[in-house]
């Protein structure tokens, strides 16, 4: 399941590449696009330009960074390249140098010294995200066994003083760039290094793989200073020529320096360190001392397993755990279940409700530890798509935590740890369609209307393309060179890496100095610190992650458990919500009838529409319910032929290979489905059985389907699919469906356990809904904002439940949702949180003085020392009733209330004589509510509707309560409210509007 959308589809290298032989020549000065607009090429674009120059290897020396490493690092071993690690490093003086290390040793120097600009500045102090500052004294005590190759600028008087004090420089940079003055140049630097011990390196100073890419770094350069192409002047490089030059090229153009070729072909063949050198330990101190960490896993898990089963473990639940604890006892993974494990005990110590979810659902470890609440031996889950023996790839365990309180759960992890051993991945930022044309626009001199216009063309967080189409939609002009110039460069900047950011959860821990493996650098959040590298980073250096994610239903819930506890005296926790119990039953009449706003995954219009045709009876229902509507059964064409067999309408069937193989042998995968392919792993059960899939070719579909924006990985295993299947009998018709449905899953994969696990908390949603919805309803008010519906919606669909609701009174209401006695059960009161633009310091003084009742604005404001605006916010809200003023009355006396204090000429008295009381006419309930939308975004009153209603009648709109009596295929018009607009689109792209009234 994705866990953002900032990721645009990895390009990687495809076909089978030879070794090249051995070349006169390596280029170093290689900048790649993660030294941000400033290198206007990826690792894949470089790579395979170096193969086909001839070159057998290749370096990356990105600016203050080791961002992009591990994808030429992957991209090379691919194209059978050697890569060459390291980083420019530039001081705040404004000093270059290119940094490679010699061995592992001094790549952890290097990494450290990185993380060291981006933790702090120079005084210390914590450094702003983005910004790395690092003085010659840094870089002097970490540049043991660092290579470093000076960067010479136009004073080379202060090459000797370096030299001095940096024993590992050896080589100043010498590029030939067509300037003019490169001959004379470059005999000065020759000469210079000689003075000083030192040789001249050959480099071309590499911004992008070929010259037509110019252009597009000329623009990242006009960005990145926030100016236009016509004002950059000098800013920009004299011409095209800092791209990927030929050995042989290369080599011509130093012919009057051939020492400055060797030199760069010398240092690459001493530069021996790879990333492959990176061994990751996980922490070893969640076991007790002198204990092993596997033995202390095994008596947790047995320990866990005694206390999930009380009446006895059964046989298939233990051989499940022996057979698990092996293979993580084989793996080495011990000490990583045994963190998660940690980090769980703490929420648990601290009253933060967590759940597990993912792939780790596929564990009866992660089970009986209470990591997860799915127990997969009851679901039959395929342990194999969390770990398998055949496959490198770390396991990946996702723990959910209320969104509110998981802030308190990361910085405990810093603290355990340290910042320089934890830290969060990062997500890299790219360029989209619409930030591409803003940016690549504004820097050719475009006008932001236009802009503006062309970025409106597009549909969907990623489009495939900025070109004509687009053009023509937004009515520019084509003929226009320079319009065309801007698309055709937006077009390129698609896809391109804009910043990091961190990803939303997912901490790498480990044994040793995490700065040692990679740069840490700060968030712009408080006290968040990340590594340079994302998912797929770490994924590709088998480096174990575990993600600590936020869910806001989990908020709610808590916040509904602590209100059921305090009102009603019963304290509730997700394991007593059973939906095997008598009680269930009516939970699962309610959600039959669609009755579900607020309940966590059903709320949409899709699910609330899904529910009365599934008619969820069971807790496996709800685990089905989650999953059905997902693209991957709607574009496999599951959906319809599950309902039908579900209800009776077509008989349950299983589709059969030819008759020289068993004939049930999907029968066991596909019978609790009743025959149709609903979940990941009955996709890659299917692949493997039915198509007869190695490990291997498994794993590649398992990695495809997890992968989100990954349609061009799984279409590559369509054919081997599809041909397998047919060959052993199957029906093409089905083989097809079957791969649609993994195509599906690679726009947004859905695996069992992942339902599982999710609807655990639809049934606990859906519970605490129907036997305490005042309490729900409270407690989804406090949560805000999560869900699909509104508090307007939230609020109504409450009193349609029988709550009575009270409005927001100074004299009443809390900062939070309250519920307070009322007739036939607890009446919910809305909290000063609903109003809009009230502060939770006004509110808190509020409540602090609210020894007795205020009498009206002016006591208020006395005694809570509140300002006028958040007085006028209280009495726009009508919060004053309880002090016998309505709306209108309350306004008017917060005209005559000022913040600064009286002169003390006038302090006791009115300076102006008491002022006259005045009636003012009532205001209008149709006026009523729209104030209370402006200010509460919800009415008590009366619904917007209600005041049209006679109006749409006449214009031949019809209510929703007529609709049963309109004849069958008649027309029909209706009006109502838009209350959510839904992207993506429905299956055709078309924009989904909720409607209310």
Known sequence: MPQNDHQAPRRRLKGDFSPNPRAPFVELGVTSAFSFLRGASDATE????????????????????????????????????RPIIGARIVLTCGTGFLA?????????????????????????RWQKKGVCDLTLDDLADHAEGLALIWLPGRDLSVLPGLAARLPGLGHVAAAYLYRGDD??????????????????????????????????????TCIRHGTTIDRAGFLLHANAERHLKSPAEMVRLFARWPHAIRAARDLADRLTFSLRELAYEYPRETAPAGRDPQDHLAELTWAGAAARYPDGVPDKVRAALRRELALIARKNIAPYFLTIHEVVDFARSQGILWQGRGSAANSAVCFVLGITPVDPVHFDLLFERFISEDREEPPDIDVDFEHERREEVIQHIYRKYGRDRAALCATVIHYRPRSAIREVGRAMGLSEDITGALARTVWGAWGTSMGEVEAGEAGVDLSDLRLRRTLKLAQQMIGMPRHLSQHVGGFILTEGKLTETVPIGN?????????????????????????????GMLTCIRKCFDLVAVHHGRRLTLADLNPDVPDAAPVFDMLCRGDSIGVFQVESRAQMNMLPRLKPRCFYDLVIEVAIVRPGPIQGDMVHPYLRRRNEEEPTEYPRP????????????????????????QAMKIAMVAAEFDSKKANELRKAMATFRSRGTIEALQS????????????????????????????????????AAFAHLVYVSAWLKHYYPAAFAAALLNSQPMGFYAPAQIVRDAREHGVQVRGVDVNFSDWDNTLEPGDGGPALRLGLRQIEGMGQAMAGRLIAARDMPFSGLADLQDRARLDTGSIRRLAAADAFRSAGLDRRAALWDARALRDAPDLPLFAGHEDEGREAAVTLPAMPVCEQVVADYQTLRLSLKAHPMQFLRRSMAAQGYSPACDLPSIRQGGPVRLAGLVLIRQRPGSAKGGLLHHRGG
């Open 183 to 220: 001959v004379a140049r470059i005999n000065r630097l020759d000469r210079a290094a000689k003075d000083c011990g030192l040789s001249i390196l050959a480099t071309n100073d590499v911004h992008y793989h070929a010259p037509d890419r110019r252009p597009l770094q000329d623009v990242m």
């Open 523 to 551: 968030g712009a959040m408080p006290d968040r610190s990340f590594i340079e590298w994302d998912k797929d980073d770490i994924d590709e250096l088998r480096i174990l992650k575990m993600d600590v994610l936020a869910l």
């Open 46 to 81: 470089l790579v395979q330009t170096a193969h086909g120059l001839g070159y057998d290897a290749i370096g990356i020396a990105d600016l203050n960074s080791l961002a992009g490493v591990v994808r030429l690092h992957a991209e090379a071993r691919r194209a059978a390249l």
């Open 100 to 124: 490679y290390p010699r061995d592992r040793a001094a790549y952890g120097r290097l990494s450290t010294l990185i993380s060291k600009g981006r933790m702090r500045d120079p005084e210390g």
């Open 658 to 681: 030819g008759p020289a193989h068993p004939q049930s042998e999907l029968e066991e995968i596909l019978g609790r489905t009743l025959g149709v392919p609903i979940f990941q792993e």
């Open 720 to 755: 081997d699919m599809v041909e397998g299947m047919t060959r052993r009998g199957y029906d093409p018709d089905f083989a097809r469906r079957c791969f649609d449905q993994i195509k599906g899953f690679g726009e947004y994969g859905f695996p069992e356990s992942h339902a």
